[in-house]
Structures are given as C-alpha cells and as structure tokens.
C-alpha cells in the first residue's frame, strides 16, 4: 500500500480498516462463540429449532442501517432466519410496540446514543426477549440496554462521515452468524480477509485522480443486489454526505422497474459488482445501460465488466460472496472522499452534519 501521508481524517480512517477488523476479530471472536453457544435451543422441545429465538428483528440508523441491511441477507442466508428491520417509530412516536415473542433484537449503532435505537432493545428486553448491541462505545445507553454486547473497537473516528465503524460493524455481524452456526471455516474465511483488504487499496489509489472527472456531477445512482444492497446504500449514502450530489441506491432488479427511464447518454452509474449468485443479473443490465450510453463506475473482479467500465475500480478476486460487503464499499468510500476534495469541500466536516445524531 501507498505511504503517502492521507490526505484527511476520513482517508486514515478508510485506511485503517484491514488493521481494525483485524483487531475486532482477534479480541471477540471467542466471545462471540460463547454468545452464540448461549443463543442455541438446548431445551427437550428443540426440534427442528437450532436457536432460542425464530427470528431477528434489527434497529439501526444511518450507515448502522445499511449494516443491517447486509444482516438481512447474512443471517437469511447462512441461518435460515427471518431478518426485518425495527420501526422504532412504533415505539418512540405511535407508542405501541410489536410483540417480540422469540426474536433476538440486534441495535446497531457507532455510538449508541440514540434514543429510538436504544427504545427498541429496551423494550425487547422488558419482553423478555435476547438482545444484542454492537457499537463502538460500551458505555452507551445501547450498550447498556442490551443484555449482550459485541463492542467494535474501532477507536476514535474523527471524521464525520462513518466508515470503519460502518465495515467493523459487518465484520462483527458476519462473526455473528458465523458462531451462531459454529462454522469454522467461514470463520477462517473472515479472519483472512484483513489481509485482502489491504490489498484493495494500491488499485483504487491510482484511479482516484480520475475521479475530477466527476467534479460537476449533479446526480448519479449506484446499484448493488444480494450482499451488496447494503452496499449500494451506504456509497450513495457517503457521495451524498460527502458531496452534496443527489444519490440513489438501487437493487438492479429495482432498478428495471421504473428508475431505468431516467438513464440518458452520459448518465452516472455506479455498479457494486462482485462475483457472486447476482453478477449474471448485473451482466445483463450493464447490457441496457451500455446502449442507453449511461456513464459506468465498475466496482469488481470480474474483467469485462471492469472493462466496460467508464472508471473501473478492481477488487480482489476470489472473494466467498458472504464477505463482499467489507471490501466493495472501500472504492465507494474513497471516491465520495476524493470527490469532495474535487470539489474544494471539506472532507473531515460537511456542512450541516454532526457526529452524533439522536432520533425519537
């Protein structure tokens, strides 16, 4: 990797996740094993019921929902459980919370302050029901709120816009579903994965200087499916935070159905495009949008897809799909930052936003 000095708080950060999943792995990853251990149905009545609950329900905010959006397909997947997010609204505002029987509620949140995240494992747990915080402070009120904690470690994040928090908190969802089936191997898969996101970044550094050519951009889309819906989601989230420029996610199944008639010659389309069960369906829209002349920001492994692509911003190949997420959303994180110093704006700082945002 590059040894020039970063240029900002947000770029340490970015550069920081290999070192801080490689942490978060090493100091939780037994005791999530025992978590998980305590979260299996040991009683007579087990049956086919591998777990003390029958499905998650998640809470989250900002980049911890589009962390939880990645929950949904992690734990669907490997588990075989249910997975919906909260509507916390229906306890902070409306005052009539969802009966919870046999759920494990997870809150998600870097800095478990908010009081709407915070309302939900409460009142899971005055049900009676296994709850889960994982943020990266473990004096919050979250964390107090929760019976259990998965705490991220990440330090300090001194820029605004999340990013580390936002990949520690799917590495420790990932660990998460990994122990809740005892699975050892995709447990060495996640602990070799510090080491390829380290390798994501020479690529991505020597494209960023291309990334002027976007300075005048108004709006763009960027389209991710399966894993990396939550993708999707927290780039546009990060181009939009960072950079002022009007931003939609997409599932390109979604993305046929209606918003593709917005597409004209020139038009800004970023693709999270990853090996995987959904790389055929992004293959045939990348069809479409070639002959609509839409502009193709390519985030993936795979060659004629990068090669179709206007910017091309390679990964690692050979990536178990589960695992995309952590390193796809990195090309997106350094494009809204090298975006924004493009366009003279503070990186660290945009306007308007505070660390800390607490919702009813």
Same mark, same amino acid.
């Given at each position: 990797?590059? /040894? ?6 947000? *770029? ?9 999943? $490689? ?21 007579? $009545? ?48 409306? *005052? ?20 709407? +995240? ?81 390798? /994501? ?100 492994? $795979?060659?004629?897809?990068?090669? $179709? ?5 390679? +990964? ?11 390193? /796809? ?27 800390? /945002?607490?919702?009813?």
């Amino acid at each position: 990797m590059t /040894t020039q000095r970063p240029s900002s708080f947000l *770029e340490s950060e970015i550069r920081e996740q290999p070192e801080v999943l $490689d942490r978060l792995l090493q100091s939780e990853t037994e005791r999530v094993f025992e978590l998980a251990q305590s979260l299996r149905n040991k009683g007579e $009545d087990a049956g086919d019921r591998p777990y003390c609950f029958d499905y998650v329900v998640l809470a989250a905010r900002g980049s911890s929902d589009n962390a939880a959006r990645y929950a949904q397909y992690l734990f669907g997947y490997h588990n075989r459980l249910p997975v919906s997010l909260a509507t916390a609204s229906l306890l902070t505002m409306y *005052e009539r919370p969802p009966r919870l029987a046999r759920a494990l509620v997870i809150g998600i949140s870097q800095s478990g302050q908010s009081p709407d +995240i915070v309302g939900v494992l409460a009142e899971a747990r005055r049900q009676g029901q296994a709850t889960i915080a994982i943020t990266n402070d473990p004096q919050s009120p979250l964390a107090s709120a929760a019976e259990h904690l998965i705490p991220l470690g990440a330090g300090p994040e001194k820029s605004i816009a999340a990013t580390k928090t936002y990949t520690l908190s799917l590495g420790a969802l990932a660990l998460l579903s990994a122990a809740l089936e005892n699975d050892r191997d995709r447990l060495n898969e996640l602990h070799k994965l510090p080491v390829i996101m380290e390798r /994501t970044f020479p690529p991505i550094l020597a494209e960023l200087h291309r990334v002027e050519r976007y300075r005048y951009m108004s709006h763009c889309v960027v389209i991710g499916r399966g894993f990396n819906y939550a993708t999707a989601f927290e780039v546009a989230l990060k181009i939009k935070e960072l950079t002022r420029t009007i931003t939609e996610p997409y599932s390109s199944a979604d993305f046929h159905h209606g918003p593709i008639a917005m597409v004209h010659r020139g038009f800004p389309i970023m693709l999270v495009a990853p090996s995987g069960a959904v790389i055929d369906d992004i293959r045939q829209l990348v069809v479409t949008l070639k002959r609509l002349e839409a502009e193709l920001l390519t985030i993936s492994d $795979d060659a004629d897809l990068l090669a $179709d692509a206007n910017l091309a911003f390679p +990964i690692p190949e050979g990536l178990p799909e589960w695992l995309t997420p952590l390193v /796809t959303v990195i090309p997106g994180q350094f494009f809204a930052m090298a975006l924004a110093q493009a366009r003279g704006l503070n990186a660290d700082h945009p306007q308007g936003l505070k660390k800390v /945002t607490e919702t009813m």
